[in-house]
T-cell receptor, first 111, second 113 residues
Framework: RKEVEQDPGPFNVPEGATVAFNCTYS??????FFWYRQDCRKEPKLLMS???SGNEDGRFTAQLNRASQYISLLIRDSKLSDSATYLC????????????FGTGTRLQVTL | GAGVSQSPSNKVTEKGKDVELRCDPI?????LYWYRQSLGQGLEFLIY????????KSGLPSDRFSAERTGGSVSTLTIQRTQQEDSAVYLC???????????FGEGSWLTVV
């Protein structure tokens, strides 16, 4: 089983739609979680950290379920500019520091 | 600039040649990471530095790959006797500490012909 798993997509949604991505992780001792966004042929950029209590940033909501070992990202009122690959990132405890990236979920928002 | 700086941004090299890729992290960031991403693939961890030491080298794919960091700042990733499968974008990232947000450079795009 991969350390971090994501549905590669693509998710094709119309503008204005709500879309959700899930990401599962295998190491129950993981301590930090993030969502990064990567545009085509660009470097990944932090979208948001994921906190145990869940957190929201504008149209974006991230949640963590430790019991089931998954994190989620919800995007409301999708914009064309949201089209990108969304990377789930997990930092386990007890290691020197190996941030583990999922392979990403591709989102395409259309008119 | 204030961000992570990488050079060269693009490199085309012949199979068998050595290449050096450079990373200047954000000033004051103690943690530095190298990742590799092949076209259409996810990020592959290569090595992590805390200061000048590398507590995790587990991702280096072969002994042709090495990296060093000096002065707690600049890092160089060296690939010896390059092979075509080494073609990828090599991404450097830095953070102010373990568990903190990491910031990526724009990458060095390596093509081995």
């Amino acid at each position: 089983r991969k350390e971090v798993e994501q549905d590669p997509g693509p998710f094709n949604v119309p503008e204005g739609a709500t879309v959700a991505f899930n990401c599962t992780y295998s190491n129950s001792a993981s301590q930090s979680f993030f969502w990064y966004r990567q545009d085509c042929r660009k470097e990944p950029k932090l979208l948001m950290s994921v906190y145990s209590s869940g957190n929201e940033d504008g149209r974006f909501t991230a949640q963590l379920n430790r019991a089931s070992q998954y994190i989620s990202l919800l995007i409301r009122d999708s914009k064309l500019s949201d089209s990108a690959t969304y990377l789930c990132v997990v930092l386990p405890t007890g290691t020197a520091s190996k941030l583990t990236f999922g392979t990403g979920t591709r989102l395409q928002v259309t008119l | 600039g204030a961000g992570v700086s990488q050079s060269p941004s693009n490199k085309v090299t012949e199979k068998g040649k050595d290449v050096e890729l450079r990373c200047d992290p954000i000033s004051g960031h103690t943690a530095l990471y190298w990742y590799r991403q092949s076209l259409g693939q996810g990020l592959e961890f290569l090595i992590y530095f805390q200061g000048n030491s590398a507590p995790d080298k587990s991702g280096l794919p072969s002994d042709r790959f090495s990296a060093e960091r000096t002065g707690g700042s600049v890092s160089t990733l060296t690939i010896q006797r390059t092979q075509q499968e080494d073609s990828a974008v090599y991404l450097c990232a830095s953070s102010s500490g373990r568990g903190n947000t990491i910031y990526f450079g724009e990458g060095s795009w390596l093509t081995v012909v």
